[in-house]
């Protein structure tokens, strides 16, 4: 394992001097830096997290990606992350990555250079190989996000079954006809590719076929509810039921179909995913996915402080349990 003496070595400056670097010392110079930075990506070379403490080098500050803030999904798992890290003597810092590979990259790169101790992904945009070479500069936690090759813990939600269950109850509503919202093509390591595997399966054995008119990608808000909602009054023949994905589009959806005078559920059922507040106060209540949020939030934060406190963490899934709430709009 490389040590602060061959960062030194190699970058030809003085330990000292390579010491002020990782304090983020005010007079070193911006070549020195460039030069010690090097020369920790030759080596390999991250400074040990239980040192830097002793040192009061640690941040005590945690990242934490998010999609969208203005989601109340990660806005209440952002909540509770705040909270179990500030009992920890902890702070958080919130990205948003707006979906974006590069801004996602960007704050990753916040790893890199000591400016937070480690950071919990609440969504990826990026392929895990890119985002894989930050595990040396800090842990990364995943939350709400799964990724098959990564090897790092996650926290996450069964979201095949949760989607499955809420399919399921449709057609045991009697529907056949059912809409579907998702975030990504039905690709094999796409986007939503866990829901969306939930969906054909509950579909294949209702004996039901998938109708690609009826399947709306890349959906993710109120607004984007009012459109699914208008698309399919286009339709001359229309799915008398959706599966919206979110609570958010299920109340988009709700809006324009009672202004377009749809009765809900006996022109069309809809349900949601997340039990958010606002599925209760939603007319007729929502019927939707609960997940337990606070949960998520906790067990990321635990699992994370412990890698940060060299604490042995196994790389494994935390399968958290979900639940299908029935409610009015079904």
Not at 69 to 89: D, H, Q, R
Not at 258 to 271: S, T, Y
Request: proline content about 5%.
């Amino acid at each position: 394992m490389p040590t602060i003496t061959d960062v030194a070595k190699l970058a030809g400056l003085s330990k000292t001097t390579v010491s002020r670097v990782l304090n983020n010392h005010p007079y070193v110079s911006k070549e020195n830096k460039v030069l010690v930075q090097k020369a920790m990506e030759q080596l390999g070379y991250s400074p040990n997290p239980s040192a830097r403490r002793l040192r009061g080098q640690l941040t005590c500050t945690i990242g934490v990606i998010v999609p969208r803030i203005v989601n109340p999904f990660f806005s209440y798992l952002v909540n509770s992350i705040e909270k179990v890290a500030y009992k920890n003597n902890y702070q958080v810092l919130i990205f948003q990555s707006d979906e974006n590979k590069e801004k996602e990259l960007n704050f990753l790169n916040l790893l890199k250079i000591k400016q937070v101790d480690g950071i919990i992904m609440t969504s990826i945009e990026n392929e895990w190989d890119s985002i894989e070479q930050y595990t040396k500069y800090g842990p990364i936690m995943l939350c709400n996000e799964y990724v098959n090759n990564a090897k790092v813990p996650m926290v996450r939600l069964d979201q095949s079954e949760g989607t499955y269950i809420g399919i399921k109850h449709l057609i045991e509503r009697g529907h056949k006809k059912i809409g579907y919202c998702t975030g990504g093509l039905f690709a094999e390591d796409g986007k939503d590719k866990d829901r969306n595997q939930g969906y054909q399966k509950a579909l294949k054995e209702a004996g039901i076929a998938i109708n690609p008119n009826w399947i709306f990608v890349n959906q993710h808000s109120i607004e984007d509810g009012k459109q699914v909602m208008n698309q399919i009054l286009t339709l001359n023949d229309r799915p008398t039921a959706i599966f919206t994905g979110s609570d958010e589009i299920a109340g988009g959806v709700m809006i324009e179909a009672k202004k377009h005078g749809l009765k809900i559920p006996d022109d069309i059922a809809i349900i949601g995913f997340d039990d958010q507040p606002i599925a209760e106060l939603l007319e007729p209540a929502l019927t939707t996915i609960r997940q337990p949020i606070d949960q998520m939030g906790e067990k990321a934060v635990e699992g994370l402080i412990a890698m940060l406190n060299n604490q042995e963490v196994q790389i494994k899934k935390i399968d958290l349990p979900i639940q299908l709430v029935i409610r009015k709009s079904t």
